[in-house]
């Protein structure tokens, strides 16, 4: 009886000691909280993976809060039976191991479940001392921690062979599933993984199927699973296999990660189908020296970026760069916010003629594409046909209201106005294309230009650029386009909704835009080349126009699309559409205009070049003239140097330099240089003098002695 107390005495003082030297330890050696590092998935607004990122340190792996309760089972009769039961260490265990490892060569562990996790939170070279460092944090995760929570951590944390890390990671790479959709067989093969991970990894061993059936027996005899289950997870054979991970919408993962987003409002199937759109129509354009493709898309009402293709291919040169985001020549895509402000301040009406001749701006004479004039056009068909002249000229009376402002209204990081001058009326000012995209969205929100949210950004914020009328109005007029100059890709394009859309190719054929909208949605494409190489001829309307036509078709036979409707505040009225002030108007019609706003008078719109063209193209005569309701006004405007410039800075061979004047009124001007006397010239000629270098004082004077005056500076090269 003394022996025994002794010995009852002896185990509690033992039991003592070790939980006080326990405690001490656990003061001076706390466990500090267990943190892993996330791999990223991001998904779309249907819940389908995008794509997936790697973890910091290089490790795919994946949180599971929910464990499916036969992926426990499974796991713990494979990995430590007794898991429930012991306190973070067998001592059974570890016996039978030491035993063993002294009469076999064969080696077995005595891990448990809790000690595995120790051993990976802070992995060791295996030796008896860490592995009493192993046991001793064992006890602090079973002090710190439920079974359930240890267990949790345990199949977060597990290695699965190469970089996976976790049962979750494990099941979407080995078997493309979640964890509540794999089979039982699939479940017994990721049970056995962790115990030899490079051993056993299911993308290398050609062994699966034997190491799946011997833990399927293991299972049945447990009775974790039944006959019958056996049985049919048998039958399912396998062979070595690693999925990719998922990679999609490159551009857009990549600032959704950075901004930190696990959902988006992507629609990849969307994504999938522009992306496809664009392959096949670019191989029929890489004949034309392009090679890369952009495209985004924007729900008009959610006002979302669902689309957004930053490079078609990759694999394409220069293919990582994000052509949505990189600053390009818009071209001719910012001449409707032009029209929009003009229709504003009662420049024109849609109907109304303007004139298509050249002009001069100081030194800067803008050219039409196609290098000659129309003469007189309509305001739609100067918009949709895309001419030059006319929208420098609208844009110049605009005065402080005119594109520059809209487009520092809009928050864009635009340079001084007087970098651009009027060049900026033909997209001198570069825009990336998400910039020029969100802009065109005002057309569809009654000329509000609303917060856009891309990749868990969001961008901008409510501002009122247009009015809604004016919106309306212009949207009206590009709906027009396809009709009008491309009427061949359009009759191509079946099935096609209703849509308005502009199109834009910059100098030397080099940045090849379509921005196209409908009350849904508004999509911009650009096609060119990274490295700014220009391509073989290709304008916008023969090329991105095409995919822009076919992304629009693809979304109508997803959901029948609607066009903008017309707000209130616009009338029809009838409306003189003569370009030139006729003594009886000549061409009557009724026309939209918008209520409350009063039509500026013609007489003070019409310039020296202008008139000159009509009259030397027979638009007008001497007579029309003279009898003009403008004649009053006419006779005081001053001849126009159209060039040299006003204080030009000018080199030329021997001093010869050309001028021309056009006066307002009548056929012959009188020029003067320096002290000369004035001699006489037609209207309009050119005119070549002999300079001396240094400066010099031209001037002209029309029948009526009104005198304009150019100041130059010539050097003789």
Same mark, same amino acid.
């Given at each position: ?53 790697l973890s910091d340190d290089g490790y795919w792996k994946y949180s599971a809060d929910e464990i499916p309760p036969l992926i426990k089972k499974s796991v713990i009769n494979f990995e430590d039976k007794y898991f429930y039961n012991h306190f973070g260490v067998n001592p059974f265990s570890i016996i039978r191991a030491f035993f063993h490892n002294l009469t076999h060569d064969n080696k ?148 959704? *990660? ?126 949709? *046909? ?165 992304? *629009? ?35 009557? !019609? ?19 070049? !202008? ?107």
């Open positions: 009886m003394k022996i025994f107390k002794k010995f009852i005495i002896s185990i509690t003082v033992l039991t003592l000691l070790l939980a006080v030297t326990f405690a001490i330890l656990n003061t001076l050696f706390p466990l500090e909280k267990i943190a892993v590092s996330q791999s990223k998935i991001l998904y779309d607004k249907n819940g389908e993976i995008i794509s997936m990122k077995i562990g005595a891990s448990t479940i809790t000690m595995q996790v120790a051993r990976i939170i802070e992995p060791k070279k295996r030796s008896y001392k860490n592995k009493i460092i192993e046991i001793f944090r064992a006890f602090q995760l079973e002090l710190n921690y439920s079974k359930d929570e240890i267990l949790n951590i345990y199949f977060n944390i597990a290695p699965y062979g190469g970089n996976i890390v976790g049962i979750k990671a494990a099941s979407k790479f080995y078997f493309d599933k979640d964890l509540d959709e794999l089979s039982i067989s699939q479940i017994a093969l990721l049970s056995i993984v962790p115990k030899n991970p490079n051993e056993n990894r299911l993308d290398k061993n050609k062994n699966l199927n034997a190491l799946k059936n011997r833990v399927l027996k293991e299972l049945l005899d447990d009775k974790i699973i039944d006959e019958s289950a056996y049985k049919r997870a048998l039958k399912e054979s396998f062979t070595p296999k690693r999925y990719d991970a998922k990679n999609r919408a490159f551009h857009y993962s990549n600032l959704a *990660f950075k901004n930190g987003i696990i959902s988006s409002n992507l629609d990849l199937n969307l994504q999938n189908e522009i992306e496809n759109i664009i392959k096949k129509e670019m191989i029929n354009f890489n004949k034309f020296d392009l090679f890369n493709a952009s495209a985004v898309v924007i729900d008009n009402l959610k006002m979302e970026v669902v689309a957004y293709v930053g490079s078609h291919d990759l694999k394409s040169k220069d293919g990582f760069n994000d052509g949505v985001m990189a600053k390009r020549s818009v071209g001719s895509t910012l001449k409707p916010f032009i029209y929009a402000l003009a229709l504003e301040n009662g420049l024109i009406t849609p109907k109304q003629n303007l004139i298509d001749a050249e002009i001069y701006l100081g030194d800067y004479a803008p050219k039409n594409y196609t290098k000659d004039f129309l003469g007189e056009i309509s305001a739609t068909d100067a918009l949709i *046909f895309s001419l030059n002249t006319p929208a420098v000229f609208l844009n110049s009376n605009l005065g402080e209201n005119s594109l520059y402002e809209l487009l520092k209204k809009a928050n864009l990081k635009v340079k001084e106005k007087s970098f651009f001058g009027e060049s900026i009326a033909l997209g001198s000012v570069p825009l990336n294309l998400l910039e020029l995209t969100h802009l065109y969205t005002i057309f569809a929100n009654e000329g509000e230009l609303l917060p856009l949210e891309i990749a868990g950004e969001i961008k901008g914020e409510k501002i009122t650029l247009l009015s809604k009328q004016s919106s309306f109005l212009v949207s009206q007029m590009l709906l027009q386009t396809p009709r009008s100059y491309l009427n061949s890709v359009w009759q191509s394009t079946v099935d096609m909704p209703l849509i308005a859309f502009k199109t834009g190719t910059s100098a030397n054929w080099i940045d090849l835009h379509t921005i196209a909208f409908n009350k849904n949605y508004t999509v911009g494409v650009w096609l060119g080349n990274f490295n700014s190489k220009p391509t073989s001829g290709l304008t916008g309307g023969d090329s991105s126009a095409k995919i822009v036509f076919e992304i *629009f078709r693809y979304l109508n036979k997803r959901k029948n699309l609607e066009f903008i409707s017309k707000p209130e505040g616009i009338s029809k009225k009838n409306i003189c559409l003569d370009s030139f002030v006729f003594k009886e108007c000549k061409n009557l !019609q009724k026309d939209f205009v918008i209520d409350g706003v009063s039509l500026v008078d013609k007489c003070t719109l019409i310039t020296n070049e !202008q008139i000159n063209y009509l009259l030397k193209n027979a638009f007008i005569t001497s007579d029309d003239l003279k009898q003009s309701p403008c004649f009053g006004y006419f006779k005081d405007i001053k001849p126009l140097i159209a060039y040299p410039a006003n204080r030009s800075k000018m080199s030329s061979f021997y001093g010869k330099i050309n001028t021309k004047c056009i006066s307002f009124l009548g056929d012959e001007v009188y020029i003067k240089v320096d002290d000369e006397k004035y001699e006489k010239f037609r209207s309009g000629s050119e005119i070549v003098l002999n300079l001396s270098s240094g400066f010099h004082t031209i001037k002209c004077l029309d029948e009526y002695s009104n005198l304009a005056t150019s100041e130059i500076f010539l050097e003789e090269l």
